[in-house]
């Protein structure tokens, strides 16, 4: 009889509590939470995965189940998953992000520019030129890809990228990528490429005020340990620049100072380098 107490009671209190938690946990908390990591997948967060990858799952190439049968949700935010310090981080910064057609954008001035990280699990394991990983030496295509991307009418993912410039000819074994990968692909792909020699901010907000994005190879400093090609594709009215780092989103929601981005360039760049204009060919 005592033993048969003590299981009504246990059986009783297992069942109150969980009727509690399920009224405080929407069950579709949890279908959006998995729809958001297997549906709407999104760049790697290099400086967000640090943090979290002991505990969240990241995002898979394939969806493991169909959820097409329940209502869909329009994307969350890409900051639902941060901690509240880097939510208020992202308040201060000159621009932003949104998602489209499962396609993540960062907001520019004279135009928006499609935003992809080089570690992303999708593509930054694979083998750049089949020796080295595109997360650590992809910058290049993934650079590129961003161009393309941003300025046709079809999305290039950095692996892409990646395949096209070994296969004509622009991997560079243990380096990256040849500096003429930029000019050559961006005419590859129907673009103009325009090396540029006026390095001061009034040239450069004039070239993106255009709706030209502008490719910088960098030297170490803030941005790398080595070489690195990001992105230019605004300016601020206080004479900073918004850039797209394909090694660090945290960077790509920043205004940098224009006098940073011109003393780390990589002065003695080959192949017209270290800035090149972007441009859609006039009809």
Wanted: net charge positive; charged share 20%; proline share 5%.
């Amino acid at each position: 009889m005592r033993y048969l107490r003590i299981t009504i009671l246990f059986i009783v209190t297992f069942t109150f509590t969980y009727n509690v938690c399920s009224k405080k946990i929407p069950k579709t908390s949890f279908h959006y939470y998995k729809q958001y990591l297997l549906e709407y997948r999104v760049s790697s967060l290099e400086f967000m995965d640090k943090q979290y990858t002991k505990f969240m799952p990241r995002p898979i190439p394939k969806l493991s189940k169909d959820y097409t049968q329940k209502p869909k949700k329009q994307p969350l935010s890409i900051y639902s998953l941060t901690s509240q310090d880097e939510l208020a981080a992202s308040e201060t910064t000159e621009t932003s992000l949104y998602t489209l057609d499962n396609v993540t954008y960062l907001k520019g001035t004279a135009r928006n520019v499609v935003y992809f990280n080089q570690a992303d699990p999708r593509w930054g394991n694979k083998l750049y030129g089949g020796n080295d990983p595109i997360s650590k030496y992809g910058c290049g295509p993934t650079a590129m890809a961003m161009v393309v991307s941003s300025m046709t009418n079809r999305v290039v993912l950095p692996d892409e990228m990646a395949d096209w410039s070994r296969t004509n000819g622009y991997f560079a074994h243990g380096s990256g990528s040849y500096h003429s990968l930029i000019p050559n692909a961006a005419q590859a792909f129907g673009l103009e490429a325009t090396s540029l020699t006026d390095y001061t901010y009034d040239n450069i907000r004039k070239e993106l005020a255009t709706g030209k994005i502008i490719v910088a190879l960098m030297k170490k400093g803030h941005f790398t340990t080595s070489g690195h090609f990001v992105l230019v594709h605004g300016t601020t009215l206080d004479g900073k620049v918004l850039i797209a780092d394909p090694m660090s989103l945290e960077n790509s929601l920043k205004a940098w100072d224009i006098d940073i981005l011109i003393n780390e360039l990589k002065m003695g760049a080959t192949g017209g380098g270290p800035l090149w204009a972007i441009s859609v060919p006039t009809p």
